[in-house]
Nanobody
Framework: QVQLVESGGGLVQAGEPLRLSCAASGRTFSSLTMGWFRQAPGKEREFVAAISRSGDSTKYADSVKGRFTISRDNAKNTAYLQMNSLKPEDTAVYYC??????????????????WGQGTQVTVSS
């Protein structure tokens, strides 16, 4: 079993940055592909970004490409999502997710085995 705890959410103004963290425990962190998803009110949970086990490969949703950066520190069992140039449409609950399988980086919700409780990000205009 893997436990994921997100932190770093909050209220920011449009254009400001924010960094989310996801602390993992319960399994060797370097064996997990890590992802970030988000869910806005009334919308489906959507893929944001993901990073391979070693950190050498990443994927991003088109809506955040060039503004968000996913990274990980395997020594600290932590994944990060650096969000720059935030927009009001980025407002959502952000979820950290972990995939224990080996293979390509998943971008669908079904590709992930473990989920955090979520952290709220609100971007005001």
């Amino acid at each position: 079993q893997v436990q994921l705890v997100e932190s770093g959410g909050g209220l920011v103004q449009a254009g400001e940055p924010l960094r989310l963290s996801c602390a993992a425990s319960g399994r060797t962190f370097s064996s997990l592909t890590m992802g970030w998803f988000r869910q806005a009110p009334g919308k489906e949970r959507e893929f944001v970004a993901a990073i391979s086990r070693s950190g050498d490969s990443t994927k991003y949703a088109d809506s955040v490409k060039g503004r968000f950066t996913i990274s990980r520190d395997n020594a600290k069992n932590t994944a990060y999502l650096q969000m720059n140039s935030l927009k009001p449409e980025d407002t959502a609950v952000y979820y950290c997710a972990a995939d224990r399988s080996i293979g390509v980086i998943a971008t669908g919700r079904g590709g992930y085995d473990y989920w955090g409780q979520g952290t709220q990000v609100t971007v005001s205009s």
